[in-house]
């Protein structure tokens, strides 16, 4: 097929919000594979009205499978296909004009060694509320290789999965990303911020809290998300502090100062701060997958 790109979208209770999504990105795109995590009746009837338009095709899961799980789904049916790329996306994400073409243009214009080990392009993600577009973006090419970054918007050589292998199943959701990155570096293959790609991605329920002089971003994630991304950052840590330890460091700063702002601003705090202390005890007793019912309030 060429240089055939597939976006894999992964979609979980979604909205009419995903239709903007997909408008944005089908026409850089030769296939939309939606893969659904088990989502309600209203968001399934929703997908049901599009599959088989526009080129796109839905994967149904009956149960909410993870976020890793689900791309594995999206990289294996890119390979079964025949597609030569797949562009990772969530269901609010907004590709903007050309961000596909811009990290082709970048991948095109390395040397022919460089293509072998270059196989992962990511564009610049912008918060919705303060996206400005700015023409002048598409004229400028500029890149930079970095060592990880976010899952959407990530433009990977599906070639890639053969040698580095999937998405870590067991992490189930947050740092699925990060892992997936630095092995990739570990096995000497590298990523590239392409500066004019942008994506316009919405993070969550962010409040700007003001302390002093100090701007405090709040993220509002529930007690359930703070499990996972406590018990799979002390997984990455462990895994890859010797290879990354300025990222591990700097990491373990920001998970900290996330427990600070959950102390002082967040609701639920003392539920989100005995979560990330299970998350912790899980990782060292090596409990993964995904968090069961009965289990969110063991200790």
């Not at 939309?32 to 088990?38: A, P, T, V, Y």
């Not at 996330?258 to 002082?264: E, F, G, H, Q, R």
């Not at 299970?278 to 009965?294: I, N």
Request: proline share 1%.
């Amino acid at each position: 097929m060429g240089n055939s790109i597939c976006a894999i979208i992964i979609s979980y209770n979604c909205d009419e919000k995903i239709m903007l999504g997909i408008e944005n990105i089908k026409n850089q795109v030769d296939y939309i594979i939606i893969i659904d995590n088990g989502s309600k009746v209203e968001s399934l009837q929703l997908l049901k009205n599009i599959e088989g338009t526009n080129n796109i095709g839905i994967i149904y899961n009956i149960d909410n499978m993870g976020i890793a799980y689900a791309l594995n789904q999206g990289v294996k049916y890119a390979q079964n296909h025949g597609f030569t790329w797949i562009v990772t996306l969530d269901q609010d994400s907004i590709a903007t004009n050309g961000m596909i073409k811009n990290m082709l243009n970048v991948h095109n214009s390395l040397r022919e060694d460089q293509k072998l080990k270059i196989l992962s392009f990511v564009p610049v993600h912008v918060e919705q509320s303060t996206y400005v577009e700015n023409p002048l973006d598409s004229l400028e090419m500029k890149s930079e290789e970095i060592i990880t970054d976010i899952t959407s918007g990530n433009l990977i050589k599906v070639s890639l999965f053969d040698k580095v292998g999937y998405f870590d199943e067991k992490l189930f959701i947050d740092c699925v990303d990060h892992e997936f990155c630095f092995r990739m570096s570990r096995y000497g293959y590298k990523i590239m911020k392409v500066h004019n790609s942008i994506l316009i991605h919405n993070l969550g329920d962010i409040n700007i809290i003001k302390v002093f002089k100090k701007r405090l971003k709040s993220t509002n994630h529930s007690f359930i998300r703070r499990y996972y991304t406590s018990r799979n950052r002390h997984y990455i840590w462990d895994l890859y502090e010797k290879t990354f330890p300025a990222w591990v460091k700097n990491d373990k700063k920001s998970a900290f100062n996330d427990a600070v702002i959950i102390i002082l601003f967040e609701k639920d705090k003392l539920l989100k701060i005995r979560m990330i202390i299970k998350g912790y005890y899980d990782f060292k007793r090596k409990k993964f997958g995904k968090l069961k019912l009965r289990d969110k309030l063991k200790d």
